[in-house]
């Protein structure tokens, strides 16, 4: 699955536009797009959101009741990442179905569910930080990772995330790559841009 972000760049135009084109429809902030998008799951999909009990995670789904359930406590950046995952699993299925299909993921049954599931984190992010106003934003505050999250209302691991896959074709910004490590050295995380030796 690592590879296969990897020979996409860590970018899929349709699935980053379609992020895009629903925020833009959207119209609101951060602090507004949970509630939106909590609308929009039930209007188009009839599916509830609920809060879900503590200790529990952070998003549940049981397609059978079409109902949701969203982890207590969670920030308006973090409600909108899961209902937009969410969303997008429904919404986007034959897209995702489509990039996941083929080689070499059609093989492995479990790769290709945690491939969508990466393509739907990937949507989540797209939406919260969509693509031109992102790029615009970034190259006006020169990369500045804790300027950018200020402005859009989101955390530092997460600006990280999307400064790692702007490579759109013809707006491209700076291709960066992205790791995430404990404090014993164990590497959690990462993806990337452009070429980088671990």
Do not use: M
């Amino acid at each position: 699955v690592r590879d296969f972000f990897f020979e996409h760049r860590n970018y899929f135009d349709e699935v980053d536009r379609r992020a895009e084109a629903l925020a833009s429809e959207a119209g609101v902030g951060t602090d507004l797009l949970a509630p939106w998008l909590v609308r929009r799951l039930q209007a188009r999909h009839g599916v509830q959101v609920e809060q879900a009990q503590e200790g529990e995670d952070k998003r549940a789904y049981d397609p059978a009741r079409r109902l949701l359930r969203l982890a207590p406590g969670l920030a308006a950046a973090q409600q909108v990442f899961q209902l937009a995952t969410q969303l997008a699993l429904i919404e986007l299925a034959p897209l995702l179905d489509a990039l996941t299909e083929a080689p070499p993921l059609r093989e492995d049954a479990a790769s290709r569910r945690l491939a969508r599931i990466g393509l739907a984190n990937y949507f989540a992010w797209a939406l919260l930080l969509p693509y031109a106003p992102f790029l615009a934003a970034a190259e006006r505050l020169r990369y500045d990772i804790d300027l950018l999250g200020q402005q859009f209302g989101v955390g530092f691991e997460t600006v990280c995330h999307r400064l790692s896959t702007l490579q759109r074709p013809g707006a491209p910004g700076v291709p960066f790559f992205f790791v995430r490590v404990d404090r014993a050295g164990n590497i959690s995380k990462r993806q990337s841009a452009t070429h980088f030796h671990f």
